[in-house]
């Protein structure tokens, strides 16, 4: 069985699933705060360009290129938030956000994901959301479960999203709106029954995680 691949950091101690939460306003100062005068200097000419659209080489925008040196120029700690900036600023409609997000790293693919609540009201980028959730990058994973994903995902798919968190050690506080969609969600209790079976027939633990969901398909279901 493959196993999960974490990449250079884990959900568990990344706060990066904040990033869709925070308008990109306040998003920019708190970035800047943490940056020096040349990596604030790279990320204003950075935003400009995104916000103007200007420059190309050959089929990619500036402002795609921007996306790859982020980590450079601003540091691994800040490159993600720095890119959800950029993509902002560039208004990056769907298309835009598909071509990143195919043609990018993983990197770049968190970040497309974590600005898809601010940049796409509709479902046109569940597709992206769907293709993360086929992945065993913890990070991509943590990423795909935010807001977006909390407002399109029908009821099948995020029920196989919150069990790729299980399965995958993802901690299911990085799924957004967990409490209301689990919340008597029979469905997912059975799902969540299976699984912990099958992990204990294996002589494998069952995830804590799993008891607190399957806690939360036994509540009542409220009037929002």
Known sequence: MTQPHPGPGTPAADSHHSFPLTPPAD?????????????????????????????????????????????????????????????????????????????????????VLHALPHLVPG???????????????????????????????DAHNWRHAVLKCLFTGVPVDTVADLHHRARADTELARMLDDYAAERVAAGRPVPEDLHRVLALTASEAKES
């Open 123 to 153: 479902p046109e980028a569940l597709p992206l959301v769907e293709d993360a959730l086929r992945t065993n990058d913890t990070r991509l994973v943590a990423a795909a479960v935010g807001p977006y994903a909390a407002r399109h995902l």
């Open 27 to 111: 998003l920019r100062t708190q970035v800047t705060a943490h940056l020096g005068e040349a990596a604030r200097a790279w990320l204003t000419l950075a935003l400009d360009e995104a916000a103007a659209r200007s420059g190309t080489h050959g089929p990619i925008s500036t402002w795609e290129l921007r996306l790859a040196e982020a980590g450079r120029r601003c540091g691994t700690d800040h490159a993600d938030a720095v890119r959800v900036l950029i993509l902002h600023a560039a208004h990056a409609d769907p298309d835009a956000l598909t071509r990143v997000y195919r043609q990018g790293t993983a990197a770049e693919r968190r970040a």
